[in-house]
């Protein structure tokens, strides 16, 4: 496997990052600086956060002017590390994303030329926008954290995290994600309007200028690595593993859906509630942890059946009922 990344390792803060409390301490640092260009959206920038450390990818899904890019780019501006932007539209190729081989005169050879995947964060935008064929383009990287050209094969940087967006009610011009796609987003997120207090807010900072060009890298790539490995770390009790599993299996026999969640989203219905215990400085995992996630987790993942969309049912409801059904275990 050839390495297309030349960056040099940053250093670390060694044992600051090498426990639960150091993953605590710097999540509020990046969660801090995110918190000043995205006003009034606190749970949102934690599963942001949550995502990166839990090695997974976030799509946010919302109405236009609400945040979506803004948070993804303030998300990566907080991170000292590299970071590409795909704006994706009906022309772009999968090559645009994915990297070329070019023949070189001088040597009489190919040499591969490095497509936007290549970058600690990557950012979507609109996603939708791009065709069935360029989506698939990013399935081997979000999966495998490597891409395939020409047979053969290049790893991607560490940590890697795409963050996607897209428009839910403006369908002309834009391709659905297929639901292989989707299973590979960890969590979907709506930012949602903002409060009237915090939009009063985001004015007044948008006044002197863009709150975006402030935020400084409170964390390298190495850190969040640093970070990343620590929360793998984390203990997760047999019975938190069987009510993971128990909620997963009961969206695949619940009577409104179609299609219930994977296997994949089991996994990383766990890896985020590890993310989760350790922002709240905890080394192992509560039903809590799992509970609070299942929504954003699941919920992208799940198709309803017919009859479930003329009742207006929604797979946020679904869930919520799964959540509530399934019994908690004791102790």
């Known amino acids: 496997m050839t390495a297309v990344d030349g960056s040099a390792p940053s250093p670390t803060d060694g044992d600051a990052l090498a426990s639960v409390s150091g993953v605590s301490a710097r999540g509020a640092l990046i969660g801090a600086a995110v918190a000043g260009v995205i006003e009034g ?12 450390l839990a090695e997974g990818h976030l799509l946010i899904e919302d109405v236009p002017g609400v945040g979506k890019t803004m948070l993804a ?17 009906p022309d ?21 030329r490095p497509g936007a995947v290549f970058a600690n964060v990557v950012i979507g935008d609109e996603i939708n926008r791009a065709s069935p064929k360029t989506q698939s383009a ?15 094969t290049y790893p991607l940087a560490t940590p890697f995290m795409v963050v996607a967006t897209q ?13 292989a796609q989707r299973d590979r987003f960890m969590a979907r997120l709506s930012m ?7 939009e009063m807010d985001m004015l007044t900072a948008h006044a002197s200028g863009r709150p975006l060009d402030a935020v400084t890298p409170v964390a390298t790539g190495s850190d969040v690595a640093a970070l990343i490995e620590q929360v793998r770390r984390l203990h997760v009790s047999t ?21 219930g969640a994977s296997p994949r989203a089991t996994l990383q219905l766990i890896r985020a509630a590890k993310a989760s215990a350790a922002l709240d400085d905890r080394d192992y995992i509560i039903p809590d942890d799992v509970r609070s996630l299942a929504v954003p987790v699941l919920a992208h993942r799940l198709l309803l059946t017919a009859e479930a969309q003329i009742a207006r049912r929604t797979s946020v409801s679904v869930v919520e009922s799964l959540v509530d059904s399934t019994a908690i275990p004791a102790g």
């Open 41 to 52: 959206k606190p749970d949102a920038i934690r599963l942001a956060l949550v995502t990166l």
């Open 73 to 89: 780019k303030s998300l990566a501006r907080a991170l000292d590390c590299t970071v590409r932007r795909i704006q994706f539209t």
């Open 92 to 112: 772009l190729l999968p090559s645009d994303i994915t990297g070329v081989s070019v023949f070189n005169q001088e040597t009489r050879d190919f040499e591969f």
């Open 138 to 152: 990013l399935l081997e990287a979000m999966e495998e954290q490597q891409v395939t050209v020409d047979g053969t």
């Open 167 to 179: 428009n839910p009610i403006e369908m002309e011009g834009t391709y659905p994600l297929p639901e």
């Open 192 to 198: 949602g309007y903002p409060e009237r207090a915090a």
């Open 239 to 259: 019975e938190v593993h069987r009510y993971a599993v128990d909620l997963v299996v009961a969206s695949r026999h619940h009577p409104d859906l179609r299609l």
